[in-house]
């Protein structure tokens, strides 16, 4: 009964909307982490390793879900550190904030120096490559399901509106995965674009834990300028590439 009220509750309704879309946004930084990771294995693993993190992040937002006293309960102070207090749930933010930069400065000097980059990433096994995506999946995807559900949490009363607001952008998020991951592998420039990104998602979450927060809003529409920017200089390549091909008369 209280299941139909609910489906008949036009407020439910627009909470759902709302929250399924700022799902999906926030779930842009899973995506692009993702598709970072999976950038160096092998077409079947890579697909693995997708499917392996997207299920991840929906059993953890989920088991948060399942967990609001738990998830009330780290934002009590735990410590000081000059004179700021900071909770579990600060401590996380700041470590996985960190923990980006450093993937992200440790993947971008990679980049840099490929030669070397690529030999050290040849000589392991695709086994322990695939082993070690999936660890650091596991880290950021704690990470960002913790942000994403305390977000769900302050936006919807109905937690079965929580739960089909995560389905459905978890559905959208393992949609735009592969293409996303495909893209990267393909334009090798987007890829330097993307870890750009995620210094810039490190260093908001970081701000977070600090009790700095610096506006989404801000951070998505630098993060989209930037990718329209590159967006067109694919397209502008692909014309050099195609007029260089045009025998001349």
Not at 9 to 15: F, G, H, L, S
Not at 206 to 217: C, K, M, N, T
Request: hydrophobic share 60%.
């Amino acid at each position: 009964m209280y299941l139909l009220e609910l489906l008949a509750d036009p407020n439910a309704w627009a909470a759902l909307l709302t929250l399924t879309v700022l799902e999906v946004v926030l779930g842009i930084d899973n995506v692009i982490f993702i598709s970072i990771l999976v950038s160096r294995l092998d077409e079947q693993r890579a697909k693995r390793a997708r499917q392996i993190g997207m299920a991840l992040a929906f059993v953890f937002r989920v088991a948060m879900l399942a967990s609001l006293a738990f998830l009330i309960g780290l934002r009590e102070p735990v410590v000081t550190v000059f004179d700021l207090d900071l909770s579990w749930r600060d401590l996380i933010l700041i470590g996985g904030g960190m923990f980006l930069i450093a993937k992200a400065t440790h993947e971008i000097h990679g980049e840099i120096e490929a030669k070397d980059h690529e030999a050290g990433a040849s000589a392991a096994s695709p086994r322990a490559a695939l082993t070690g995506v999936i660890a650091q999946l596991i880290v950021i995807d704690l990470v960002f399901s913790l942000d994403s559900i305390i977000t769900a949490i302050g936006m919807a009363e109905d937690i079965e509106v929580m739960v089909a607001a995560i389905v459905i952008a978890m559905i959208v998020m393992y949609a735009a995965s592969g293409p996303a991951a495909r893209f990267i592998a393909e334009y090798p420039t987007t890829k330097m674009l993307a870890l750009a990104f995620l210094l810039l998602i490190g260093m908001a979450l970081v701000a977070d834990g600090f009790d700095f927060h610096i506006p989404r809003g801000y951070i998505y529409f630098a993060m989209a300028f930037a990718a329209a920017v590159e967006f067109f200089n694919v397209l502008a390549r692909r014309g050099r590439r195609r007029a260089a091909k045009v025998p001349k008369s």
